[in-house]
């Protein structure tokens, strides 16, 4: 069975930092891309960052420079360390796993572009 299980989401003041994990199960992690998406209530799916399994990276523009993705491959799990956090980071926050993303918004997560999502973590943020 697949799992993805994503962990370190909360509640920070703006400029505070988390750091987000996905933690795989039930497929090769080492051969997939994996993926960050959030979604806000109202708002598209938006892609944050990938990183491929050769660790090359993208990112929103909306979170360059702040936000940094990585992996580690030994303990199947990709991370997300988020710095100078905004009240519009707010949203729950997805990991994706095995896809290729042709868009940076999609209607809804979970659905479209990867074949393996997690169930999301909360992240708030107040200013």
């Known amino acids: 069975e697949v799992q993805l299980v994503e962990s370190g989401g909360g509640s920070v003041q703006a400029g505070g930092s988390l750091r987000l994990s996905c933690t795989a199960s039930g497929f090769t992690f080492d051969d997939s891309d994996m993926a960050w998406y959030r979604q806000a209530p109202g708002n598209a799916c938006e892609l944050v960052s990938t990183?491929?399994?050769?660790?090359?990276?993208e990112y929103a523009d909306s979170v360059k420079g702040r936000f940094t993705i990585s992996r580690d491959n030994a303990k199947n799990t990709a991370y997300l360390q988020m710095n100078s956090l905004k009240p519009e980071d707010t949203a729950v926050y997805y990991c994706?796993?095995?896809?290729?993303?042709?868009?940076?918004?999609?209607?809804?997560?979970?659905?479209?572009?990867?074949?393996?999502w997690g169930q999301g973590t909360q992240v708030i943020v107040s200013s």
């Open positions: 994706a796993a095995e896809g290729i993303p042709t868009v940076w918004k999609l209607p809804e997560c979970g659905k479209y572009e990867y074949k393996y």
């Open positions: 990183i491929e399994t050769d660790r090359r990276t």
